[in-house]
């Protein structure tokens, strides 16, 4: 059952419905915007969290990026804001106002003295009215038994006292001390005890604080001081919180700060990066679409390019989730960028190749925090792996590409950091940078190995490796022919030297030419008697059927041969340079010989055609002449030069005049050059040998 499926989805694919659509292409550039856009999201957008006060950290969390850390900045601000004095001015109010208070105690005081009539009692209740609230009431008693100057004396003194220390700083510390500073104050005077003890007395609960604070200038001060506090910052790659650590509000406040916290996504990174790709895979789609036609990739290609695009995004993705899930950050430089550029370059075309590992670098930049020196990496590791396996020759050369990548790597890495300030360099780091950048290639390489023959067996693709192993005379295919039909396996041989030389010249694919002249005649080994090559004897068995029978037989040597190839599982290329070797070329001796037995004029020249196609590619029509060319050139009963470049020019002009080429890109100039490969090549072949004697005669003639 799966293998039904399988085969029904090859079938699918070497379909030209599917090949040719131009839906489906237009499709295959939107899907691979819309699977790199899902894929590299998560890359570019920083990871959330959404922790509790309390909770233990399931990982360790670094900073993604450098941001200000509100928290301790907020302290700091607050500790140089506590750290500014108020801001004092003198009130000259609280010296007047202290001095009006103890004047009218003294003044009330000097009238009710001088007043006989008023009782004891009424005189000590009305003074006590003018008094200052803590004043004792045995001072207004002894003021009420002194005389009007004794009362004056104490007035002076107790003015004297408060200017003194009122018109300077009098902090709520000197209140405390009140009743001492006014015993000082009092050392100079002339008075005597009593009057000492109402001063102190009236004095003490007069004064006040006389500093006013300057709340406007003090908090302007303050904030100022608040304003030159730096900023803390929480720098890329620090630790917010270990591995089981436990959540405090100071770890939520950090990872607010650098956006790890919270359940929304960032809209305005989502829709510059949707733009980002749009802008991305535009050019990459205009690039595609303007090359020329020869370079032309159809839509299996097409998707075979978008599925090694996903896979590439794939392993991006996965290496940021292992930076961001505690990984150290140096996991980027064992990324296998190179990868993608090997598979390109194999698999679809070494020019495109080029394009995508630019394209593959910016990506993976762009995940790596739109790092340039990734990108710079990227492109380095990814233009190397491309250019070493752009002819390869056995599997060996992808372990060749893998330790050139490595190399490349070093060096890169190495001119990164030395292009850094010399006290950011940090040897262990650059050591284990350099080591790990060195296994990126071999890593890039095995990976290569190992992917190459899902993509060679899954969609049947011609690869180098895969057509060397097509090559090899230990087939079963070849083997089956050189046993059953040795003539038409020597036929296939030269044919694949012919096709070789030329494809070289034209700029063709040599490899694809040599490999599909092997295969294009096994199905002549279904009737290996009725072809030329093959028959060991001068009997012809096409001697004894009808033209029109013998037509038959020969064109569907084609058919068979498919039917052949496609049973062994060959990959499509070959099997069209098998379906359109002879192209819908005429069959002209057995039309010949069918109109020499025609009595009624009914043969028609169409009806000793092959079915087709015609050529559509340069390695198809290579195939078709060199065929003709060998075919021709071993009939010829004398090969000289002369005669073989005849019959040469002879077969193409003939293919041109039948419009077996129309649909191929071959130009006149390809077709002159191809001629001289032709000539070189043919002169090894059918060279002119000289004739050895005959060893019995020689015998004979000495015997005699």
Not at 167 to 173: A, I, R
Not at 424 to 447: C, P, Q
Not at 506 to 515: N, S, T, Y
Not at 574 to 580: E, F, S, Y
């Amino acid at each position: 059952m799966w293998s039904k499926w399988m085969l029904a989805i090859r079938q699918f694919l070497d379909d030209e419905k599917f090949r040719e659509n131009k839906r489906i292409r237009h499709g295959l550039y939107v899907a691979l915007g819309v699977v790199l856009y899902i894929v590299l999201i998560g890359t570019v957008l920083p990871p959330t969290y959404d922790f509790r006060v309390n909770e233990t950290s399931p990982l360790t969390i670094r900073a993604p990026i450098t941001a200000v850390n509100t928290f301790a900045t907020n302290k700091a601000k607050q500790a140089a804001m506590a750290a500014v004095q108020p801001i004092f001015t003198l009130d000259p109010t609280k010296e007047i106002n202290a001095k009006a208070e103890a004047d009218t105690l003294y003044d009330k005081a000097i009238q009710l003295v001088g007043n006989p009539s008023l009782s004891s009692t009424s005189t000590f209740n009305q003074l006590k009215l003018y008094a200052p609230p803590k004043v004792s009431a045995s001072t207004l008693q002894v003021l009420l038994t002194m005389d009007p100057q004794q009362i004056l004396n104490v007035k002076q003194v107790s003015d004297s006292i408060i200017s003194n220390l009122l018109s300077t700083e009098f902090t709520s510390e000197s209140m405390s001390q009140a009743s001492l500073l006014v015993d000082q104050a009092m050392l100079g005077d002339n008075l005597d005890n009593v009057s000492r003890l109402v001063v102190q007395d009236v004095v003490t609960h007069v004064l006040q604080p006389n500093l006013k604070e300057q709340t406007q200038e003090t908090t302007q001060k303050r904030q100022q001081a608040a304003n030159e506090t730096p900023d803390v910052y929480i720098h890329q790659g620090d630790v917010i919180v270990s591995k089981s650590g436990v959540i405090t509000s100071t770890v939520l406040s950090e990872l607010k700060d650098v956006g790890l916290y919270g359940t929304h996504p960032d809209y305005s990174i989502l829709i510059g990066f949707a733009l980002f790709m749009l802008i991305a895979v535009g050019l990459l789609r205009v690039y595609i679409e303007h090359r020329p036609s020869r370079r032309r990739i159809d839509n299996l290609l097409l998707l075979i390019l978008i599925l090694i695009l996903a896979l590439m995004s794939i392993l991006i993705l996965v290496t940021k989730d292992i930076i961001n899930g505690g990984g150290p950050s140096s996991a980027a430089y064992l990324m296998p960028i190179s990868m993608g550029a090997m598979l390109i370059t194999v698999l679809v075309d070494a020019s495109l190749a080029v394009v995508t590992s630019f394209f593959l670098s910016l990506l993976f930049g762009a995940a790596m925090g739109y790092d340039f020196w990734f990108t710079f990496i990227g492109v380095v590791a990814s233009l190397v792996g491309g250019y070493s396996v752009e002819r390869v020759t056995h599997r060996g050369t992808f372990m060749r590409a893998g330790f050139l990548v490595s190399m490349m790597n070093i060096v890169a890495i190495l001119a990164m950091q030395l292009l850094l300030p010399a006290r950011t360099t940090n040897l262990h780091s650059l050591w284990v940078h350099l080591g790990i950048g060195g296994l990126n290639g071999l890593v890039s390489a095995i990976l290569t190995m190992g992917i190459l023959p899902f993509f060679e067996n899954s969609f049947g693709l011609l690869t180098p490796i895969r057509l060397l192993e097509l090559s090899n005379p230990g087939n079963p295919l070849l083997k089956k022919l050189l046993m059953e039909a040795p003539g038409t396996y020597h036929h296939s041989l030269i044919v694949g030297n012919l096709a070789e030389a030329a494809a070289e010249i034209v700029g063709a694919d040599p490899l694809i030419c040599r490999v599909g002249a092997y295969y294009h005649d096994v199905g002549k080994m279904r009737r290996p008697a009725f072809f030329v090559e093959n028959q060991m004897t001068k009997e012809n068995p096409h001697d004894k059927i009808a033209p029109s029978l013998s037509h038959l037989i020969i064109t569907s040597h084609v058919t068979d041969g498919l039917e052949m190839l496609e049973k062994a599982g060959l990959p499509k290329p070959i099997r069209d340079i098998c379906a359109t070797h002879h192209g819908t070329t005429i069959l002209w001796y057995f039309y010949n010989k069918a109109r020499e037995q025609d009595k009624n004029g009914s043969v028609h020249v169409d009806d000793y055609r092959y079915p087709g196609p015609k050529p559509k590619t340069r390695e198809n029509a290579i195939l078709m002449i060199c065929d003709a060319v060998e075919a021709a050139v071993r009939s010829m009963s004398k090969p000289t030069p002369g005669r073989i470049e005849g019959v040469i020019r002879k077969i193409i002009r003939d293919r041109l005049q039948d419009g077996q080429l129309d649909e191929c890109d071959l130009t006149l100039q390809d077709l002159d050059a191809m001629v001289g490969a032709f000539m070189k090549t043919l002169k090894g072949i059918y060279h002119s040998r000289i004739e050895y004697p005959d060893p019995d005669k020689i015998r004979k003639e000495v015997a005699k």
